[in-house]
């Protein structure tokens, strides 16, 4: 019963891979896949700050503004 689904998936998954090496992508190069540049190391921490900050403050920020609205 699972034969034939295995069969298909197996040569789907082999088509996705070969595809994705012919189109250029050469990994085991560290940052290729990343959606932000990890060469310029300034930038890179700003924007750390910048989401993991937002990130932990908006449940604080949302308190304040729930107190201060009574």
Same mark, same amino acid.
């Given at each position: 019963?699972?034969?034939?689904?295995?069969?298909?998936?197996?040569?789907?998954?082999?088509?996705?891979?070969?595809?994705?090496?012919? %189109?250029?992508?050469?990994?085991?190069v560290? !940052?290729?896949?990343? +959606? &932000?540049? /990890?060469h310029?190391?300034?930038?890179?921490?700003? %924007?750390?700050?910048?989401?993991?900050?937002? !990130?932990?403050?908006a +449940? &604080?920020? /949302?308190?304040?503004?729930?107190?201060?609205?009574?």
């Open positions: 019963m699972l034969g034939p689904i295995a069969r298909i998936s197996n040569q789907a998954g082999r088509n996705v891979m070969r595809s994705f090496v012919r %189109n250029g992508s050469h990994g085991g560290p !940052g290729e896949n990343l +959606p &932000f540049d /990890i310029n190391r300034t930038r890179l921490t700003l %924007n750390l700050f910048w989401f993991v900050g937002t !990130g932990l403050a +449940p &604080f920020l /949302i308190v304040l503004h729930q107190l201060a609205k009574k």
